[in-house]
T-cell receptor
Framework: DAKTTQPNSMESNEEEPVHLPCNHS???????IHWYRQLPSQGPEYVIH???SNVNNRMASLAIAEDRKSSTLILHRATLRDAAVYYCILSLIQGAQKLVFGQGTRLTINP | DARVTQTPRHKVTEMGQEVTMRCQPI?????VFWYRQTMMQGLELLAY????????DSGMPKDRFSAEMPDATLATLKIQPSEPRDSAVYFC???????????FGPGTRLTVT
């Protein structure tokens, strides 16, 4: 499984944008980039995924570098509820695939 | 609002006892995953099933752990005998059936004393 590298922690202020980076220099052409997050005392939840093009959904945006060796999850206006551990994961999509979680980035939001 | 359910939510048991954790995947999902989370190891995949057939259980200690899907609405994870090092939160997730997302349950917090 290709590896991802994320900062251990980040901090931001409420109502400001947050950019969470992820490096995946060994990504293969068939790997999708997934982001999940885990709120305190809950199971992980899906945030967004993409292959080559930038993606937007109601939760976040995913910006993928042209060479696909890195990506950035963007929370446009962080709220206190966005405080969580964010995981960047590479996986094939052929139906549901197993996820290999790293340590993720612990995001703290200051009021 | 379809959800993955897990029972029990909390379990405290003594070393050597059998533990059974249950998961009800979302209706229509054909893939079920078992993960374990500890402070030291983080989230790790134990096993997963597709269409009730085991696909990969390489993350599971075979001598004491077993995972089954008796039917499409129930997945079980058993530990026999349990040991203190099995203390963790066990998550079940389901996906597939046209969905690329995995939906996680609330977890079973297991404490083995």
């Amino acid at each position: 499984d290709a590896k991802t590298t994320q900062p251990n922690s980040m901090e931001s202020n409420e109502e400001e944008p947050v950019h969470l980076p992820c490096n995946h220099s060994t990504i293969s052409g068939t790997d999708y980039i997934h982001w999940y997050r885990q709120l305190p005392s809950q199971g992980p939840e899906y945030v967004i995924h993409g292959l080559t093009s930038n993606v937007n959904n109601r939760m976040a945006s995913l910006a993928i570098a042209e060479d696909r060796k890195s990506s950035t999850l963007i929370l446009h206006r962080a709220t206190l509820r966005d405080a969580a551990v964010y995981y960047c994961i590479l996986s094939l999509i052929q139906g549901a695939q197993k996820l290999v979680f790293g340590q993720g980035t612990r995001l703290t939001i200051n009021p | 609002d379809a959800r993955v359910t897990q029972t029990p939510r909390h379990k405290v048991t003594e070393m050597g006892q059998e533990v059974t954790m249950r998961c009800q995947p979302i209706l229509g999902h054909n893939t079920v995953f078992w993960y374990r989370q500890t402070m030291m190891q983080g989230l790790e995949l134990l096993a997963y099933f597709r269409n009730r057939a085991p696909l990969d259980d390489s993350g599971m200690p075979k001598d004491r752990f077993s995972a089954e899907m008796p039917d499409a609405t129930l997945a079980t994870l058993k530990i026999q005998p349990s040991e203190p090092r099995d203390s963790a939160v066990y998550f079940c997730a389901s996906g597939g059936g046209g969905s690329y997302e995995q939906y996680f349950g609330p977890g079973t917090r297991l404490t083995v004393t």
